[in-house]
Protein backbone atom coordinates (compact mmCIF):
# COMPACT_ATOMS: atom_id res chain seq x y z
CA UNK A 1 0.00 0.00 0.00
CA UNK A 2 1.60 3.33 -0.89
CA UNK A 3 -0.08 7.14 -0.50
CA UNK A 4 -2.09 8.22 -3.30
CA UNK A 5 -2.98 11.68 -3.69
CA UNK A 6 -6.27 12.35 -4.50
CA UNK A 7 -7.67 15.54 -5.93
CA UNK A 8 -11.14 15.82 -3.86
CA UNK A 9 -11.97 18.52 -5.69
CA UNK A 10 -12.09 16.55 -9.26
CA UNK A 11 -15.17 14.90 -8.68
CA UNK A 12 -16.18 12.78 -11.63
CA UNK A 13 -19.24 14.61 -13.63
CA UNK A 14 -21.38 11.78 -13.56
CA UNK A 15 -21.26 12.08 -9.70
CA UNK A 16 -22.29 15.60 -10.25
CA UNK A 17 -25.66 14.55 -11.90
CA UNK A 18 -28.82 15.24 -10.93
CA UNK A 19 -28.90 11.15 -11.54
CA UNK A 20 -26.34 10.83 -8.39
CA UNK A 21 -28.29 13.30 -6.40
CA UNK A 22 -31.78 11.88 -6.77
CA UNK A 23 -30.15 8.30 -5.72
CA UNK A 24 -28.68 9.60 -2.64
CA UNK A 25 -31.78 11.74 -1.52
CA UNK A 26 -33.85 7.85 -1.52
CA UNK A 27 -31.28 5.93 0.35
CA UNK A 28 -30.92 8.86 2.52
CA UNK A 29 -35.00 8.77 2.89
CA UNK A 30 -34.99 4.71 3.27
CA UNK A 31 -31.34 4.89 5.33
CA UNK A 32 -31.10 2.01 2.55
CA UNK A 33 -27.15 1.89 0.85
CA UNK A 34 -28.37 -0.66 -1.39
CA UNK A 35 -30.10 1.46 -3.48
CA UNK A 36 -26.74 2.86 -4.76
CA UNK A 37 -26.70 1.54 -8.68
CA UNK A 38 -25.02 2.46 -11.69
CA UNK A 39 -23.24 5.77 -10.35
CA UNK A 40 -20.72 5.45 -8.02
CA UNK A 41 -19.27 2.04 -10.20
CA UNK A 42 -20.02 3.56 -13.44
CA UNK A 43 -17.32 3.47 -16.11
CA UNK A 44 -16.40 7.24 -16.11
CA UNK A 45 -15.77 7.01 -12.43
CA UNK A 46 -13.81 3.52 -12.67
CA UNK A 47 -11.81 5.30 -15.06
CA UNK A 48 -10.67 8.03 -12.73
CA UNK A 49 -10.08 6.01 -10.27
CA UNK A 50 -8.04 3.52 -12.34
CA UNK A 51 -5.90 6.76 -13.59
CA UNK A 52 -5.13 7.72 -9.91
CA UNK A 53 -4.65 4.19 -8.56
CA UNK A 54 -2.40 3.31 -11.49
CA UNK A 55 -4.53 0.11 -12.60
CA UNK A 56 -3.76 -1.34 -9.24
CA UNK A 57 -5.63 -2.17 -5.78
CA UNK A 58 -5.64 0.78 -3.36
CA UNK A 59 -4.52 -2.23 -0.39
CA UNK A 60 -2.47 -4.66 -1.81
CA UNK A 61 -1.05 -2.90 -4.63
CA UNK A 62 -1.95 -6.19 -7.18
CA UNK A 63 -2.70 -4.85 -10.70
CA UNK A 64 -5.40 -5.25 -13.03
CA UNK A 65 -4.24 -8.87 -14.14
CA UNK A 66 -2.88 -10.12 -10.54
CA UNK A 67 -5.66 -8.80 -8.42
CA UNK A 68 -8.41 -10.46 -10.89
CA UNK A 69 -11.20 -7.76 -11.54
CA UNK A 70 -10.84 -4.49 -9.75
CA UNK A 71 -13.91 -2.30 -8.78
CA UNK A 72 -14.64 0.65 -7.37
CA UNK A 73 -14.93 0.00 -3.30
CA UNK A 74 -16.62 2.23 -0.68
CA UNK A 75 -13.97 2.95 2.24
CA UNK A 76 -17.15 3.37 4.41
CA UNK A 77 -19.53 0.41 3.99
CA UNK A 78 -22.80 2.12 2.32
CA UNK A 79 -24.90 -0.64 3.42
CA UNK A 80 -23.93 -1.99 6.82
CA UNK A 81 -21.18 -2.51 9.28
CA UNK A 82 -20.25 -5.97 10.01
CA UNK A 83 -21.58 -6.68 13.79
CA UNK A 84 -18.03 -7.65 14.69
CA UNK A 85 -17.18 -3.75 14.87
CA UNK A 86 -19.81 -2.58 17.10
CA UNK A 87 -20.82 -3.12 20.39
CA UNK A 88 -23.10 -5.98 21.24
CA UNK A 89 -26.64 -6.24 19.98
CA UNK A 90 -25.96 -2.76 18.11
CA UNK A 91 -26.74 -2.38 14.06
CA UNK A 92 -25.50 -0.42 11.86
CA UNK A 93 -27.19 0.38 8.72
CA UNK A 94 -24.13 1.15 7.27
CA UNK A 95 -23.16 4.84 5.89
CA UNK A 96 -25.69 4.97 3.25
CA UNK A 97 -25.08 8.47 2.67
CA UNK A 98 -21.79 8.17 1.18
CA UNK A 99 -22.74 5.96 -1.69
CA UNK A 100 -21.85 8.26 -4.31
CA UNK A 101 -19.48 10.32 -2.43
CA UNK A 102 -16.20 10.81 -4.53
CA UNK A 103 -13.80 10.50 -1.40
CA UNK A 104 -15.65 7.56 0.19
CA UNK A 105 -14.77 5.49 -3.20
CA UNK A 106 -11.31 3.77 -3.85
CA UNK A 107 -10.10 0.74 -5.72
CA UNK A 108 -9.77 -2.48 -4.55
CA UNK A 109 -9.13 -5.82 -6.36
CA UNK A 110 -11.51 -9.00 -4.90
CA UNK A 111 -9.68 -10.28 -2.57
CA UNK A 112 -8.85 -7.61 -0.44
CA UNK A 113 -12.43 -6.60 -0.50
CA UNK A 114 -14.27 -9.54 -0.37
CA UNK A 115 -16.08 -11.08 2.69
CA UNK A 116 -13.69 -12.42 5.20
CA UNK A 117 -11.35 -9.27 3.81
CA UNK A 118 -12.78 -6.12 4.24
CA UNK A 119 -15.99 -6.99 3.05
CA UNK A 120 -18.45 -4.69 5.16
CA UNK A 121 -16.00 -4.17 7.93
CA UNK A 122 -15.18 -1.52 9.32
CA UNK A 123 -13.78 -1.07 12.99
CA UNK A 124 -12.89 2.14 14.63
CA UNK A 125 -11.38 3.83 17.88
CA UNK A 126 -13.55 7.13 17.97
CA UNK A 127 -17.22 7.85 17.95
CA UNK A 128 -19.52 6.16 15.68
CA UNK A 129 -21.37 8.31 13.11
CA UNK A 130 -24.90 6.92 12.81
CA UNK A 131 -26.84 8.42 10.67
CA UNK A 132 -26.44 10.83 7.82
CA UNK A 133 -25.77 14.93 8.74
CA UNK A 134 -27.93 17.51 8.11
CA UNK A 135 -25.59 19.07 5.79
CA UNK A 136 -24.04 17.55 3.18
CA UNK A 137 -21.46 19.86 3.73
CA UNK A 138 -20.39 17.36 5.79
CA UNK A 139 -20.39 14.16 3.77
CA UNK A 140 -16.75 14.15 2.87
CA UNK A 141 -14.78 11.68 4.92
CA UNK A 142 -12.62 14.77 5.78
CA UNK A 143 -15.22 16.36 7.49
CA UNK A 144 -14.24 16.78 11.64
CA UNK A 145 -17.50 13.94 12.53
CA UNK A 146 -15.76 11.34 9.91
CA UNK A 147 -11.97 12.10 11.59
CA UNK A 148 -13.52 11.67 14.77
CA UNK A 149 -14.50 8.29 14.36
CA UNK A 150 -10.69 7.40 13.90
CA UNK A 151 -10.79 4.62 11.92
CA UNK A 152 -8.69 1.53 12.68
CA UNK A 153 -8.89 0.66 8.58
CA UNK A 154 -5.42 2.29 6.49
CA UNK A 155 -6.88 4.73 3.76
CA UNK A 156 -4.30 5.36 1.37
CA UNK A 157 -6.00 8.81 0.31
CA UNK A 158 -5.31 10.05 4.02
CA UNK A 159 -2.48 8.45 5.61
CA UNK A 160 0.88 7.32 4.28
CA UNK A 161 0.91 3.38 5.15
CA UNK A 162 4.98 3.84 5.38
CA UNK A 163 4.08 4.88 8.96
CA UNK A 164 1.84 2.16 10.12
CA UNK A 165 3.31 -0.81 7.71
CA UNK A 166 6.85 -2.33 7.57
CA UNK A 167 8.19 -5.10 5.23
CA UNK A 168 10.30 -8.08 6.70
CA UNK A 169 13.08 -9.31 4.05
CA UNK A 170 10.72 -12.25 3.42
CA UNK A 171 8.09 -10.08 2.15
CA UNK A 172 5.77 -10.36 5.13
CA UNK A 173 4.17 -7.32 6.36
CA UNK A 174 4.12 -6.10 10.46
CA UNK A 175 2.23 -3.27 11.65
CA UNK A 176 4.17 -0.01 12.95
CA UNK A 177 0.34 0.75 14.76
CA UNK A 178 -2.65 -0.73 15.39
CA UNK A 179 -3.90 1.11 12.66
CA UNK A 180 -1.73 -1.31 10.68
CA UNK A 181 -1.84 -4.23 12.73
CA UNK A 182 -5.45 -3.83 11.99
CA UNK A 183 -5.66 -3.42 8.42
CA UNK A 184 -2.79 -6.18 7.25
CA UNK A 185 -5.20 -8.73 9.00
CA UNK A 186 -8.80 -7.20 7.64
CA UNK A 187 -7.32 -6.45 4.46
CA UNK A 188 -5.92 -9.93 4.36
CA UNK A 189 -2.33 -8.09 3.34
CA UNK A 190 -0.44 -11.45 4.20
CA UNK A 191 -2.01 -13.40 1.87
CA UNK A 192 -0.23 -16.28 0.70
CA UNK A 193 0.36 -15.15 -2.97
CA UNK A 194 1.06 -11.71 -2.05
CA UNK A 195 3.72 -12.64 0.27
CA UNK A 196 5.37 -14.68 -2.78
CA UNK A 197 4.96 -11.92 -5.13
CA UNK A 198 6.89 -9.26 -2.78
CA UNK A 199 9.63 -11.98 -2.20
CA UNK A 200 9.83 -12.81 -6.15
CA UNK A 201 10.89 -8.98 -5.76
CA UNK A 202 13.13 -8.83 -3.21
CA UNK A 203 14.99 -12.28 -4.42
CA UNK A 204 15.37 -10.77 -8.28
CA UNK A 205 17.50 -8.13 -6.63
CA UNK A 206 19.28 -10.07 -5.03
CA UNK A 207 20.21 -12.29 -8.21
CA UNK A 208 21.67 -9.69 -9.47
CA UNK A 209 23.94 -8.72 -7.05
CA UNK A 210 24.49 -11.92 -6.41
CA UNK A 211 25.51 -12.22 -10.31
CA UNK A 212 27.61 -9.06 -9.73
CA UNK A 213 29.46 -10.64 -6.53
CA UNK A 214 30.13 -14.02 -9.16
CA UNK A 215 32.05 -11.73 -11.37
CA UNK A 216 33.72 -9.46 -8.76
CA UNK A 217 35.37 -13.34 -7.40
CA UNK A 218 36.77 -14.76 -10.08
CA UNK A 219 40.83 -14.46 -9.42
CA UNK A 220 41.91 -14.92 -12.90
CA UNK A 221 39.57 -12.30 -14.48
CA UNK A 222 39.62 -9.89 -11.61
CA UNK A 223 37.50 -6.13 -11.92
CA UNK A 224 38.62 -3.19 -10.12
CA UNK A 225 36.59 -1.86 -7.05
CA UNK A 226 35.97 0.92 -9.23
CA UNK A 227 34.56 -0.87 -12.01
CA UNK A 228 32.35 -3.45 -8.85
CA UNK A 229 30.65 0.10 -7.54
CA UNK A 230 29.83 1.04 -11.05
CA UNK A 231 28.07 -2.28 -11.60
CA UNK A 232 26.11 -2.40 -8.25
CA UNK A 233 25.45 1.46 -8.68
CA UNK A 234 23.61 0.32 -11.76
CA UNK A 235 21.45 -1.94 -10.06
CA UNK A 236 21.09 -0.10 -6.70
CA UNK A 237 19.26 2.68 -9.14
CA UNK A 238 16.45 0.63 -9.94
CA UNK A 239 15.46 0.50 -6.36
CA UNK A 240 14.34 3.73 -6.98
CA UNK A 241 13.29 3.86 -10.62
CA UNK A 242 10.81 1.33 -9.29
CA UNK A 243 9.61 3.48 -6.61
CA UNK A 244 7.12 5.01 -9.01
CA UNK A 245 3.67 4.47 -8.19
CA UNK A 246 2.70 2.96 -11.53
CA UNK A 247 4.88 0.17 -10.77
CA UNK A 248 3.56 -2.81 -9.12
CA UNK A 249 4.29 -3.37 -5.62
CA UNK A 250 5.97 -0.50 -5.21
CA UNK A 251 5.48 -0.18 -1.11
CA UNK A 252 8.99 -2.99 -1.64
CA UNK A 253 11.01 -0.71 -3.34
CA UNK A 254 10.53 1.42 -0.87
CA UNK A 255 10.95 -0.63 1.96
CA UNK A 256 14.38 -2.28 0.18
CA UNK A 257 15.50 1.51 0.01
CA UNK A 258 14.84 2.54 3.07
CA UNK A 259 15.76 -0.87 5.14
CA UNK A 260 18.19 -1.87 2.73
CA UNK A 261 20.66 -3.77 5.54
CA UNK A 262 17.82 -5.36 6.88
CA UNK A 263 15.78 -6.88 3.99
CA UNK A 264 19.07 -7.70 1.08
CA UNK A 265 21.90 -8.66 3.46
CA UNK A 266 20.31 -11.79 5.01
CA UNK A 267 19.53 -12.79 1.22
CA UNK A 268 23.50 -13.28 1.27
CA UNK A 269 26.36 -14.65 2.78
CA UNK A 270 27.91 -13.68 5.82
CA UNK A 271 31.49 -13.06 3.78
CA UNK A 272 29.45 -10.53 1.10
CA UNK A 273 27.05 -8.78 3.41
CA UNK A 274 30.05 -6.14 5.17
CA UNK A 275 31.19 -5.72 0.79
CA UNK A 276 27.45 -4.87 -0.17
CA UNK A 277 26.70 -2.91 2.97
CA UNK A 278 29.07 -0.50 2.19
CA UNK A 279 28.79 -0.53 -1.53
CA UNK A 280 25.33 0.44 -1.02
CA UNK A 281 26.21 3.64 1.21
CA UNK A 282 28.66 4.79 -0.99
CA UNK A 283 26.04 4.78 -4.13
CA UNK A 284 23.35 6.68 -1.29
CA UNK A 285 26.66 9.06 -0.52
CA UNK A 286 26.84 9.74 -4.33
CA UNK A 287 23.06 10.44 -5.44
CA UNK A 288 22.50 12.31 -1.65
CA UNK A 289 25.94 14.08 -1.17
ZN1 LIG B 1 -6.06 -5.90 -3.25
Known sequence: MIKVNKDLQAVPSRLMQNVAFEQTRNAIATQNGNLYTTNY???????????????????????????????VEHYRPKAKVDAKDLPLGEIHKGYYWLGNEWSNLLFSCQKCNQQGAKGNRFPIKGIRVLIHPQDPSHYSILHQSMLDEIPLLLNPELVDP??????????????????????????????????????KIIKDFVLHIKEQLDEYDQPANPISQEYFQRQMNLIFKRIFAKQKPEIEYSFVYINIALNFDSMILPHLESKNQQEIKTAFQTFIHTIFP
Open 162 to 199: LDHLYLDHEGVLYGKSEFGMVSINLYNLNRHILVLERL
Open 41 to 71: NHSTVKEALALLYHNKCAYCESSITKGAYLH
